[in-house]
T-cell receptor, first 115, second 117 residues
Framework: AQSVTQLGSHVSVSEGALVLLRCNYS??????LFWYVQYPNQGLQLLLK??????LVKGINGFEAEFKKSETSFHLTKPSAHMSDAAEYFC?????????????FGKGTMLLVSP | DADVTQTPRNRITKTGKRIMLECSQT?????MYWYRQDPGLGLRLIYY???????NKGEISDGYSVSRQAQAKFSLSLESAIPNQTALYFC????????????????FGPGTRLTVL
């Protein structure tokens, strides 16, 4: 079975500082990994995805993530935080059950950005 | 814009009542999903459907049922609501017809906030 662990339920940064949100996964097969963002009172929106083509994945809004198999990690980073980045972020892994067509989500990390 | 819509957006009901949450999509996707979100627990899969005749239980299906009335519509029912079903419920869709099923990008509706008193 696959699982995702997000370290830190809340992360606080200052505007302009580096954003680092941590995600570790467990999977018995090569994984497909995703980061989603949820803004207040909205549904989830895909930020980026790892599909084995390249280990460094670039997404929307300046975010990127690096797949590290040896560390079973897929951490999300952004060089300079903006106030509009304040949201909840979810890491997810695609499950082998039913042909990789289900997602298992982490518990989420709330990113707080202060001026 | 092709979209995923959910009705109602907010609902307050009482213990023991039957309630239905509806999801419609104009994306033309074949796969649809229902999740619930609880603070600190992330999203958990309740049911999913790959087409009208294919319904599958997810991680937490007890106390819920679903109906896939058409490719574009997927409803979630609580036959007898209880307070611990108070949560935010999301519908999502994905597209397997393009051959990109392994990437499984899911598109989410805006959610239904359900409160069971």
């Amino acid at each position: 079975a696959q699982s995702v662990t997000q370290l830190g339920s809340h992360v606080s940064v200052s505007e302009g500082a580096l954003v680092l949100l941590r995600c570790n996964y467990s999977s018995s097969v090569p994984p497909y990994l995703f980061w989603y963002v949820q803004y207040p009172n909205q549904g989830l929106q895909l930020l980026l995805k790892y599909t084995s083509a390249a280990t460094l994945v670039k997404g929307i809004n300046g975010f990127e993530a690096e797949f590290k198999k040896s560390e079973t990690s897929f951490h999300l980073t952004k060089p300079s935080a903006h106030m509009s980045d304040a949201a909840e972020y979810f890491c997810a892994v695609s499950g082998k059950k039913s042909g990789y067509s289900t997602l298992t989500f982490g518990k989420g990390t709330m990113l707080l950005v202060s001026p | 814009d092709a979209d995923v819509t959910q009705t109602p957006r907010n609902r307050i009901t009482k213990t023991g009542k039957r309630i239905m949450l509806e999801c419609s999509q104009t994306k033309g996707h074949d796969r649809m999903y229902w999740y619930r979100q609880d603070p600190g627990l992330g999203l958990r899969l309740i049911y999913y459907s790959f087409d009208v005749k294919d319904i599958n239980k997810g991680e937490i299906s007890d106390g819920y049922s679903v109906s896939r009335q058409a490719q574009a519509k997927f409803s979630l029912s609580l036959e007898s609501a209880i307070p611990n079903q108070t949560a935010l419920y999301f519908c999502a869709t994905s597209d397997a017809t393009s051959g990109r099923v392994l990437y499984n990008e899911q598109f989410f509706g805006p959610g239904t906030r359900l409160t069971v008193l």
